[in-house]
C-alpha cells in the first residue's frame, strides 16, 4: 500500500514538473517594454566661443528666454536690420498684392547706401517692396513701405517705436524706416531679439527672408528686377573661403537658416539678425557692431555654441531602440524597435515631466527585415508635437514554427520539448525503479 502511494506521488509530482516546465516560460515571457532614453544635454558653463561683435544674444525660442548674451543690453545702431520690423507692418496692415504709387521722398538717394532703384511715379506691389527692402536692402523700398502704411516716415517711424515697445522693448528708437544711422535710432541685441522673434512669427516675412532670389514683376517705369539675398550670399561666400582655403572655420549651415537680414554701415560696423532651427533647437541670433568679414562667422560660432548651452533633454538617439514588441508567427517572437531620428527637447520648466512619447504600432507578423517600418513614434513638449518618427525592426525574423502562432519562438519550443521529452524520461525511469523495487508475493494455495 505504500509503495502504491509512493508510485502515485511520484508520478504526480513528474506530472506538475513537465506541465511547470511548459507553462512558466510561456508566463515569464517579457511583457510590453519601453527604454528611459531621455537624458539631459546643455551646460550653461560651456565655455563660449570668442567673436568679434561688441553685442550678442542668442534667444532660445523653445525656452522664450536668452541662453548667451554679450553687452545686450547697450543701445547700438541696427542700421538695416531695422526693415525686419518695416516689413513686419507692411505685411501685418496691408495686403501684399496692393499696388502703391512711389513717391519721390521715397526715391532719394542715401550716399553710398542700397537701392532697388525705385522712380517717382512708379506703380509697384507692396510684396515686391518687401521683397526689395528684405533681400537687396533697398533703403527705398523701405521708405515706400513706410509712407504705404502711415502716410508718412515720421509717422511710421513713431508706429514702429510703439510696436517695439508694446512687445517689451524699453531701449530702442526707431526715426526712420530703412535704419539709416541717426543718433535717436538704436536698439540693443536684447530688444532686436525679441522684435524678431514677433516679426518672424509672420511666415510670409519669415519665408521671405530666407528667399534666395525673386524675380519682380516689370512696372510702368521699369522692367523686371531680379533681386537676391544678400545675407546668404555673404554666407555662402564664407562657406567657400573656408573650403578653399582648407582651415578649421565654423562654416554657417545655411540649411538650418529659417531667415534673417544684415544691415550694414561701414565695415567694422555691421549688424545680423539669423533665426534658426537646427536638430530641434530653434533661436535666433543678434549681433551689433560687428565686422563685414567677421559676422557670418560669430553668428556660426554661435549657433554652434546654442546645442552646447541650451538646457533640454535627448529623448532619442537615431538607431536607438526605445522599446520592445511581440511578433506573431516569428521564429523569435520578440524584437526592438528603433527610433528613425534623434530627438531633442527643450521644455520651458526644465523639466523632463513636461516631454511626453506615444508609440502606436499595429500587429507585427513574422517576416520581418531589419529597417521595415513598424509603428509611429511621437514626441510632446509642453503639449505641442515637436517631432515625428519612425519605429524600425531592429533585425530579421523570419516566419517560425506551429507554436508561433501563440508567441512561442522556435527556440522556446526546441526547449520546452527537450525538457518535457527530459522530464518524461525521468518519470519513466522513475516508474521504472518504483516497479522494480515492489515487493513481490509468494501465492498461496
Known amino acids: 500500500m505504500i509503495c502504491m502511494r509512493r508510485r502515485s506521488a511520484a508520478l504526480t509530482a513528474g506530472l506538475l514538473l513537465l506541465i511547470a516546465v511548459i507553462i512558466i516560460p510561456l508566463a515569464v515571457q517579457p511583457v510590453w517594454a519601453e527604454y528611459d532614453t531621455i537624458t ?5 558653463d560651456a565655455k ?7 553685442s550678442a544674444l542668442v534667444y532660445s525660442l523653445q525656452l522664450d528666454r536668452p541662453v548667451y548674451e554679450k553687452e ?9 536690420i531695422t526693415k525686419i520690423l518695416t516689413c513686419y507692418l507692411a505685411l501685418e496692415n496691408l495686403d ?20 532697388i532703384w525705385l522712380k517717382p511715379g512708379e ?25 504705404a502704411v502711415a502716410g508718412s516716415e515720421e509717422a511710421f517711424a513713431d508706429m514702429m517705436t510703439r510696436q517695439a515697445g508694446e512687445w517689451g522693448c524699453a531701449d530702442t528708437s526707431f526715426v526712420n524706416a530703412n535704419g539709416w544711422k541717426h543718433k535717436s535710432h538704436y536698439t540693443t541685441a536684447r530688444d532686436m531679439a525679441i522684435i524678431a522673434k514677433h516679426c518672424f512669427e509672420n511666415e510670409t516675412l519669415l519665408k521671405i527672408s530666407r528667399t534666395k532670389t525673386y524675380k519682380a514683376a516689370a512696372t510702368n517705369k521699369t522692367g523686371a528686377r531680379e533681386m537676391h539675398n544678400y545675407m546668404l550670399l555673404l554666407a555662402d561666400a564664407h ?5 578653399s582655403s582648407g ?4 562654416k554657417l549651415r545655411i540649411k538650418s537658416v529659417r531667415g534673417g537680414k544684415t544691415g550694414t554701415w561701414e565695415e567694422d560696423d555691421c549688424s545680423i539678425v539669423v533665426d534658426f532651427s537646427e536638430k530641434g533647437l530653434d533661436g535666433i541670433i ?9 559676422r557670418i562667422s560669430d553668428a556660426a560660432k554661435l549657433m554652434k555654441y546654442s546645442h552646447k548651452v541650451t538646457p533640454g533633454y535627448r529623448v532619442s538617439k537615431k538607431g536607438e531602440a526605445v522599446t520592445d514588441v511581440w511578433v506573431r508567427h516569428g521564429a523569435k517572437t520578440r524584437t526592438a524597435l528603433a527610433v528613425s531620428g534623434t530627438v531633442r527637447a527643450y521644455p520651458r520648466s526644465g523639466s523632463d515631466e513636461d516631454i511626453r512619447v506615444e508609440m502606436e504600432h499595429e500587429r507585427i507578423e513574422a517576416p520581418v527585415k531589419k529597417g521595415d517600418k513598424l509603428g509611429e513614434y511621437n514626441v510632446y513638449c509642453d503639449d505641442e508635437l515637436i517631432a515625428q518618427k519612425d519605429l524600425i525592426a531592429t533585425e530579421d525574423i523570419r516566419t517560425g514554427w506551429l507554436p508561433s502562432y501563440l508567441y512561442i519562438s522556435n527556440r522556446t519550443t526546441v526547449m520546452i520539448a527537450g525538457i518535457a521529452a527530459g522530464l518524461a524520461l525521468i518519470i519513466l525511469l522513475v516508474v521504472l525503479i518504483i516497479q522494480l523495487r515492489r515487493p513481490r508475493y509468494k501465492s498461496r494455495h
Open 48 to 54: 563660449a566661443p570668442s567673436i568679434k561683435a561688441r
Open 72 to 80: 545686450a543690453d547697450a543701445r547700438r545702431e541696427p542700421y538695416s
Open 247 to 250: 582651415k578649421g572655420g565654423t
Open 40 to 44: 539631459p544635454i546643455g551646460n550653461r
Open 123 to 147: 506703380r509697384i506691389s507692396i510684396r515686391d517692396l518687401v521683397y526689395g527692402a528684405m533681400l537687396e536692402s533697398g533703403n527705398d523700398a523701405a521708405y515706400a513701405l513706410g509712407e
Open 239 to 243: 562657406n567657400k573661403e573656408i573650403k
Open 96 to 115: 501684399p498684392d496692393e499696388i502703391v504709387t512711389v513717391s519721390e521722398a521715397a526715391t532719394q538717394e542715401y550716399e553710398n547706401g542700397t537701392s
Open 286 to 294: 543678434v549681433l551689433l557692431g560687428d565686422t563685414k568679414k567677421s
